[in-house]
């Protein structure tokens, strides 16, 4: 079956260092997003990509990157981990124009920055 | 900006009790959708409403959309324990078909016996 995953699933690592959350899907999605869950704030988008090569920055990009080399994964990358991205990340993706629109979800990476 | 309002954020319920969770919006958009997330888990999509007045049920939650009022409704109908979760509503940013959504807070329904 198609599917998304996400790894690590669980990451304990120390300010400053980079850390690299990965996410691969085999829906041959055109679209793939991450948010991350902050317990008041429900989901914020950090990323998404339309394609191969198109990056865009969501509503709280900073001290974030991601890069699209090819249809099935969109890693992210944290440059210099804070305590302030403690949190849960999802990876979620979405065909494309043309569809509802709905977004199918992998099963998130639980992330603590000491 | 672009706002997505859930309400209520909790809710705790007796089984058998019947009770609506809103949704409401800032934007022009003719796309909402629902999504149910258990505890400690990924998020699962309920429903996709596309168009005013669109309706959609599964077992005891139907969903509704008025897209004049930017008001979405999930009814739960004789609640049972296993409906308890959060439940998010989210609408397309830019009112497209890319999955580009923004998010409500969620409402953590608790049911009870």
């Known amino acids: 079956d198609a599917e998304i995953t996400q790894s690590p699933r669980h990451k304990i690592t120390e300010t400053g260092r980079q850390v690299t959350l990965a996410c691969h899907q085999t829906?041959?999605?055109?679209?793939m997003f991450w948010y991350r869950q902050d317990l008041g704030h429900g989901l914020r988008l950090i990323h998404y990509?339309?394609?191969?090569?198109?990056?865009n920055k969501g509503e709280v990009s900073d001290g974030y990157s991601v890069s699209r080399s090819n249809t099935e994964d969109l890693p992210l990358t944290l440059e210099s981990a804070a305590s302030s991205q403690t949190s849960v990340y999802f990876c979620?993706?979405?065909?494309?124009?043309?569809?509802?629109?709905?977004?199918?979800f992998g099963e998130g990476s639980r992330l603590t920055v000491l | 900006e672009l706002k997505v309002e859930q309400n209520p954020l909790f809710l705790s319920m007796q089984e058998g009790k019947n009770y609506t969770i809103y949704c409401n919006y800032s934007?022009?958009?003719?796309?909402l959708y629902w999504y149910r997330q258990d505890p400690g888990k990924s998020l699962e999509s309920l429903f996709v409403?596309?168009?005013?007045?669109a309706v959609k049920q599964e077992g005891r939650l139907m969903a509704s959309l008025d897209t004049k009022a930017r008001l979405s409704t999930l009814h739960i109908t004789a609640a049972v324990h296993d409906l308890s979760a959060t439940y998010f509503c989210a609408v397309a940013r830019y009112g497209g078909s890319q999955g580009n959504l923004i998010f409500g807070k969620g409402t953590k329904l608790s049911v009870k016996p």
């Open positions: 979620a993706s979405s065909p494309g124009l043309g569809t509802t629109g709905e977004l199918f």
């Open positions: 990509s339309y394609g191969v090569q198109d990056t």
């Open positions: 934007t022009t958009s003719d796309r």
């Open positions: 409403l596309l168009s005013n007045g």
């Open positions: 829906w041959n999605h055109n679209n």
